[in-house]
């Protein structure tokens, strides 16, 4: 008894490649590290902007602050580390800021 393995049952359908997911176009427009910056330079205060008072500010310039929060705190504690803003107050993203004035002028010289 010879059994013959039966055919393919009409080749398996071939699969459609998967599409992609059309990627979100990048907003036009400065970065929120750039607008923080801003930010705490027009700034007058003596003693450096609170994390509250930086918000209101973006919150006046049509950031949303609600939706990126998490962002605005992020910004603000890699620009410490960077050394762009100096924490004169608090600690983490709490706290008020200036600019530092020496990496400023630093920038300049280069």
């Known amino acids: 008894m010879a059994e013959v393995a039966p055919a393919p049952a009409a080749a398996a359908p071939a699969k459609a490649p998967k599409k992609k997911a059309a990627a979100k176009p990048k907003k036009a427009g400065p970065?929120?590290?750039?607008?923080?910056?801003?930010?705490v330079s027009a700034s007058k205060e003596r003693s450096g902007v609170s994390?509250?008072?930086?918000?209101?500010?973006?919150?006046?310039g049509g950031y949303d602050v609600e939706k990126n929060n998490s962002r605005v705190k992020i910004a603000v504690k890699s620009l410490v580390t960077k050394?762009?803003?100096?924490?004169?107050k608090g600690?983490?993203?709490s706290g008020s800021?200036?600019?530092?004035?020496?990496?400023?002028e630093a920038k300049k010289l280069f």
């Open 97 to 104: 800021f200036k600019i530092n004035k020496k990496a400023v």
């Open 31 to 39: 970065s929120v590290g750039e607008l923080i910056v801003k930010a």
């Open 83 to 88: 050394g762009t803003l100096v924490q004169t």
């Open 91 to 93: 600690t983490g993203a």
């Open 51 to 60: 994390l509250a008072a930086l918000k209101k500010s973006l919150a006046a």
